[in-house]
């Protein structure tokens, strides 16, 4: 006989196993019942990591960033760690550079779908009519 596997959306789960044995016979005379047997049943879901929004936007004189945030396309079973690089870059030589480099670990707790990135210093510099900066930042 058949018996069912629940396929849920869960991601970075353990391995499930089972393990299938012979119990009884009938008759029972002249009748060996052999080893049992284990089934594993693997994750196959696939968590993607992303930003909240493909673009921010902050002004010098907000200081530092906030509400940043990193989303999972479905709950994980487990602790996902990921680190977030990235910052001014190369900017044209008349840029002045108010942002800081950014390199922080986020972690997501099991059951978790979305935790905000740490926040990131901003400078406030007295240059006016400059050019906007650009910051980018990836996993």
Same mark, same amino acid.
């Given at each position: 006989?058949?018996?069912? &596997? *629940? #396929? +849920? ?11 299938? !044995? $012979? %119990? ?16 594993? &049943? *693997? #994750? +196959? ?11 921010? !936007? $902050? %002004? ?32 044209? !030589? ?46």
């Amino acid at each position: 006989p058949n018996f069912g &596997i *629940t #396929d +849920d959306t869960t991601a970075l789960e353990t391995n499930e196993i089972y393990q299938l !044995s $012979f %119990s009884s016979s009938s008759p029972s005379q002249d009748v060996t019942l052999g080893a049992p047997t284990e089934i594993t &049943i *693997t #994750d +196959d879901d696939v968590v993607t990591v992303s930003f909240g929004s493909l673009t921010y !936007s $902050f %002004s010098e004189g907000a200081g530092q960033s906030s509400g940043i945030n990193i989303s999972l396309s479905t709950s994980i079973a487990q602790a996902l760690n990921v680190t977030i690089t990235g910052g001014p870059g190369a900017q044209p !030589s008349t840029v002045v550079i108010s942002g800081s480099d950014v390199d922080s670990p986020v972690m997501f707790q099991a059951g978790d779908v979305s935790v905000p990135l740490p926040n990131f210093g901003i400078t406030d510099d007295t240059t006016a009519l400059e050019t906007n900066e650009i910051v980018s930042i990836e996993f």
